[in-house]
């Protein structure tokens, strides 16, 4: 069966330190995923999603930047974190279809 | 704006209550997506609906797809403890973005 790893579950890091958050799928190939992130009052924004290594997708102009190096790796990075980063960060992956997106734990990151 | 818009935003019952949560999209929806989540958890999925009219149950839980396609309700019958959380709804929506978007979640509490 698919399994979906997020680590780390929660994170606090000073304002300007270096972000990498990562997210690994088992049990399936090629899968396509996501990373969302859950902030108070604005619901469940999706920030990026890949088809396949190297492609990704940027839905939303922010401080944050994605890689997938590995077909069932996924890196949410930043170079200098804002306090405006702080949330729940989720991880999703879904087959071929597209269709039913399956979520990790999350990473609860406080930006100080 | 809110592609996806859920009423209500919090919702405080008593155990044994029935409840709906409504999920309304001034578009057309293709393919309407249930999920619970935990506080500081992921996402769990309970059910997907496609087709207008479908109606899918899952032990108490039961979610509907209006005609039109443009509405959503989740019904829980007899609530207990364990349903407590919040509930999200997400739709991929023709005409606008093509990626699974989320309304901002209805959060439920059940009293014993």
């Known amino acids: 069966s698919q399994t979906i790893h997020q680590w780390p579950a929660t994170l606090v890091q000073p304002v300007g330190s270096p972000l990498s958050l990562e997210c690994t799928v088992e049990?399936?190939?090629?899968?396509?995923l996501y990373w969302y992130r859950q902030a108070a009052g604005r619901g469940l924004q999706l920030l990026f999603y890949?088809?396949?290594?190297?492609?990704i997708s940027s839905e939303v102009p922010q401080n944050l930047s994605a890689s997938r190096p590995q077909d069932r790796q996924f890196i949410l990075s930043s170079k200098k974190l804002l306090l405006s980063d702080s949330g729940f960060y989720l991880c999703?992956?879904?087959?071929?279809?597209?269709?039913?997106?399956?979520f990790g734990n999350g990473t609860r990151l406080t930006v100080t | 704006s809110q592609e996806l818009e859920q009423s209500p935003q919090s919702l405080i019952v008593q155990e044994g209550k029935n409840l709906t949560i409504n999920c309304t999209s001034s578009?057309?929806?293709?393919?309407l997506y249930w999920y619970k989540q935990k506080y500081g958890e992921g996402l769990i999925f309970l059910m997907m609906?496609?087709?207008?009219?479908e109606e899918k149950s899952h032990e108490k839980i039961t979610a509907k797809l209006d005609e039109k396609k443009q509405q959503s309700s989740l019904h829980i019958t007899a609530s207990q403890p364990s349903h407590a959380g919040i509930y999200l709804c997400?739709?991929?929506?023709?005409?606008?973005?093509?990626?699974?978007?989320f309304g901002k979640g209805t959060k439920l509490t059940v009293n014993p």
């Open positions: 997400g739709a991929y929506i023709r005409g606008g973005s093509e990626k699974l978007v």
């Open positions: 609906l496609q087709k207008g009219g």
């Open positions: 578009k057309t929806l293709y393919g």
């Open positions: 999703a992956w879904s087959d071929d279809s597209g269709l039913t997106l399956h």
């Open positions: 890949s088809v396949g290594i190297g492609q």
């Open positions: 049990g399936t190939s090629n899968p396509n």
